[in-house]
């Protein structure tokens, strides 16, 4: 059974840095991705970061180069470095796992950042 383990996330002044890592366990899988997402109240899931196996990383158009997404997808670990935040970065962030064949998304249990004004 996957499971995802969360750390990092908090509070930060506007234009300040915050660090997001996860762990992966139970993966008995090779084709899949990891990365993050957000969301807020009222609006759906957004794609933050993610990244393959041979480190193909999509990032979110709203980052604008102001987050890194690093890790090892074979250890079952990202980091997302987050810089520049901003009041509108406020949101509930989950770490994902998306298995490929057949497909399937699983999810952390969300740490929030605020970006506090």
């Known amino acids: 059974q996957v499971q995802l383990v969360e750390s990092g996330g908090g509070s930060v002044q506007p234009g300040g840095s915050l660090s997001l890592s996860c762990r992966a366990s139970?993966?008995?899988?090779?084709?899949?991705?990891m990365g993050w997402y957000r969301q807020v109240p009222g609006k759906q899931r957004e794609l933050v970061a993610s990244?393959?196996?041979?480190?193909?990383?999509n990032y979110g158009d709203f980052v604008k180069g102001r987050f890194t997404l690093s890790g090892d997808i074979a250890g079952n670990t990202v980091t997302l470095q987050m810089n520049s935040l901003a009041p509108e970065d406020t949101a509930l962030y989950y770490c994902?796992?998306?298995?490929?064949?057949?497909?399937?998304?699983?999810w952390g249990e969300g740490t929030q950042v605020t970006g506090a004004s």
């Open positions: 139970g993966v008995d899988f090779r084709a899949y991705s």
């Open positions: 994902s796992l998306r298995k490929f064949y057949p497909p399937r998304m699983f």
């Open positions: 990244m393959t196996r041979d480190r193909n990383t």
